[in-house]
């Protein structure tokens, strides 16, 4: 599903129209974002939880030259779902 689809399906649920729907979805991830460049976690109960990790640095090969390289550390977003989301994705349940 792309964005598009994605939208004009949360439009549907919510019964706004697409370009609120699109706002709201806008407005929801630049809130994220701001709250991520800060650093901080978010956990939403229903779905689960996004938090900022850094990753050390370290050294890797490549393997097509066996040159070796240091890779600097930096900062991943990570998200990790509930234990009953990740159940119905596995047993391929629709809510």
């Given amino acids: 599903m792309n964005n598009k689809e994605f ?6 649920r ?4 697409v370009s ?12 994220m974002g701001d709250t991520f ?3 901080d976690a978010i956990q939403i109960t229903s779905l689960g939880s996004f938090e900022v990790k850094k990753k050390m640095e370290r050294v890797i090969t490549n393997p ?5 390289m240091l890779v600097p550390p930096k900062l991943v977003l990570g998200f990790k779902p509930i234990s ?3 159940d119905k994705i596995k047993k391929g349940e629709k809510q």
């Fill in 37 to 39: 460049i800060e650093g």
């Fill in 84 to 86: 009953s989301l990740k």
């Fill in 7 to 12: 939208i004009a399906s949360l439009a549907k």
């Fill in 20 to 31: 609120k729907a699109q706002n709201m979805m806008n407005t929801l991830i630049g809130a």
């Fill in 64 to 68: 097509a030259t066996g040159q070796r």
């Fill in 14 to 17: 919510t019964g706004y129209k």
